[in-house]
């Protein structure tokens, strides 16, 4: 069992087939971004940590490695690379973005995953509420492909970044090399 059907005390299993799949072992996907960036303040921010530059249809491309312990996906947002590590932490899926780890909770609700913010740790040190972003993070499957929306905001700065796409997941080699 991954690390998600870990954290999901059964809820994997009513997950959608193709976030399941999406979900399980190594996969890759691939699609657009449609990228926002908040206020100046915002802007600063996400340069400090790498993230995406706002861009209305950016080609995606994420690498997924899913197993019991860990789960790794190398996003590349048309070349600049992003990389997540998600580790169990008790109840908490806690996703790893350098000096950041976000704790989470997924959630399946209606075939669609959730995450479910719980807080933020800098360099290990819990943040106060009011340094700690907001995120509302989900998956969804439409008519047979992967969709997502994040959304990050910061107290007394507003959103920060905002990133939704549509993808779909590409079949390995060893499944024909088709795409779903």
Same mark, same amino acid.
């Given at each position: 069992m991954?690390?998600?059907?870990?954290?999901?005390? !059964?809820?994997?299993?009513?997950?959608?087939?193709?976030?399941?799949?999406?979900?399980?072992?190594?996969?890759r996907?691939?699609?657009?971004?449609?990228?926002?960036r908040g206020?100046a303040?915002?802007?600063?921010? /996400?340069n400090?940590?790498?993230?995406?530059?706002?861009? $209305?249809? /950016?080609?995606?491309?994420?690498?997924?490695?899913?197993?019991a312990?860990?789960?790794?996906?190398?996003r590349?947002?048309? !070349?600049?690379?992003?990389q997540?590590?998600?580790?169990?932490?008790?109840n908490?899926?806690?996703? /790893?973005? !350098?000096?950041?780890?976000?704790y989470?909770?997924?959630?399946? %609700?209606?075939?669609?995953?959730?995450y479910?913010f719980?807080?933020?740790?800098?360099?290990f040190?819990?943040l106060?509420?009011?340094?700690?972003?907001?995120?509302?993070?989900w998956?969804k %499957?439409? %008519?047979? $492909?992967?969709?997502?929306?994040? /959304?990050?905001?910061?107290?007394f700065?507003? %959103?920060?970044?905002?990133?939704? !796409?549509?993808m779909?997941?590409?079949?390995?080699?060893?499944?024909?090399?088709?795409?779903?």
């Amino acid at each position: 069992m991954n690390i998600l059907a870990q954290q999901m005390d !059964g809820g994997f299993e009513r997950l959608k087939p193709l976030l399941q799949a999406v979900h399980t072992g190594s996969q890759r996907i691939e699609g657009f971004a449609q990228i926002k960036r908040g206020n100046a303040i915002a802007r600063l921010i /996400c340069n400090i940590f790498g993230f995406p530059a706002e861009h $209305k249809n /950016c080609p995606l491309t994420v690498d997924c490695e899913h197993s019991a312990d860990a789960m790794l996906w190398h996003r590349n947002f048309n !070349g600049l690379k992003m990389q997540s590590h998600f580790k169990s932490k008790g109840n908490y899926l806690v996703e /790893c973005l !350098g000096p950041l780890q976000l704790y989470l909770q997924p959630r399946e %609700e209606d075939g669609q995953l959730n995450y479910h913010f719980v807080s933020t740790h800098f360099m290990f040190i819990p943040l106060p509420g009011f340094l700690s972003p907001s995120i509302e993070a989900w998956e969804k %499957e439409l %008519e047979g $492909k992967y969709h997502f929306n994040v /959304c990050v905001k910061m107290p007394f700065i507003g %959103e920060v970044i905002a990133y939704k !796409g549509i993808m779909q997941r590409v079949e390995s080699n060893a499944d024909e090399g088709q795409t779903l």
